[in-house]
């Protein structure tokens, strides 16, 4: 029997870039390209924005449910680590949000240094599970890759990096880059120009060797899109993220 492995695509890069706006343009990409197949977005920006581009409201996040879990252990109820996994397990349904094209979850916010890594290390193999549930999902993530393998999974299929035409946006990629070298395991990788002013300044662009998938110019409407805290959904096919996240995933092949 073939074993079943999801596509991972993770979105990062420096804050005020764009990235959620492009996270959550690829599940919509993906639920319009595979409407017989199960997309998950996971929101693992304490921010909550992508719920917001995606027309989610929120009511339960991961760590409402680690925090849930983490009481009932120090109220003293002694369970053993198979019991908590289990209940974690349990719990994880209610903070899972279902639509008609794709499933959401949010992680809510970071973990306080010195807390409970055992739950937290549960948590990332429960939301593994989840994902063996589902063939694509896509992850909105902080500025960074680190938390991305601390508190969701190890690997990933696909790792999106998205900058702007500032010099300290292509540098933020680059280091993005270093450190999953280093941590993650990816397949894929590839960077995504976003909100450029003039079409001459991609030659300008230092990403090193990392892949240029697509640049995406600056846009009125989606910043007034932004400002509203519109769904991505409403878009206009022909708008220009729409369409640049279209050709970025072309250039992957596989995706849409």
Partial sequence: MEQHTPKILAV??????????????LVRLLTEAHPGKRVLAIDADPAVGLSTALGIEVRTTI????????STAKDGDAKSALELLGEARYRIFDALIETDGFSFIAIGRPEAAGCYCKINSYLKE?????ADNFDY?????EAGIEQINRRVMEKVTH??????????GTQVIQTIRRVADELVLYERIGAIANRLPSPEIRSLLDIGDIPLL???PADPSLAEFDLKGENVFYLPAQAAIVRGVKEAMHEWGGIL
């Fill in 126 to 130: 429960v939301i593994g599970f989840l």
């Fill in 214 to 216: 697509a640049c995406i």
């Fill in 63 to 70: 760590d409402d449910i680690r925090k849930a879990v983490v």
């Fill in 137 to 141: 999902i896509v992850i909105d993530g």
């Fill in 159 to 168: 790792l999106l990096l998205i900058t702007d035409s500032s010099k300290k």
């Fill in 12 to 25: 990062a890069g420096k804050g005020g870039v764009g990235k959620t706006s492009i996270a959550a343009t």
